[in-house]
């Protein structure tokens, strides 16, 4: 926890931990990751709401799909290229930039869906 250059931490310890770490993390000035559930027991959920309020860093709690029925066929589907061209999103004010999946870094500004 003391390495500055360290920014996130990414909690995948049995439940138990999971408040204990995560509480440590928001002390050491650490960004959390934290794997579902969020806790045990609601009292350790409150402690590591209170110490990420406390801290102004980033948290969140991962929920994965990617073994659902319905989100591997939807990667299936983009992998066989039956959704036409695919773009990625990133948000940016009151406009946002895409990047072309097939190209890396290929980031482009776009407002109001239109290229810039």
Known sequence: MKDE????????????????????????????????????????????????KKSGKKFTIGYQNRFRKDTQMLHAACEAGDLGHQ?????????????DKGRRGDHRRHEQGRRL
């Open 5 to 52: 250059s360290i920014d996130a931490v990414h909690v995948c310890t049995p439940n138990v931990a999971h408040c204990p770490i995560t509480v440590a993390s928001f002390e050491a000035g650490k960004h959390v990751m934290c794997e579902k559930p969020m806790a045990a027991t609601t009292e350790d959920a409150e402690k590591m709401m209170e110490a990420w």
């Open 87 to 99: 773009y990625e999103g990133f948000p940016g004010g009151s406009s946002y930039a895409l990047r």
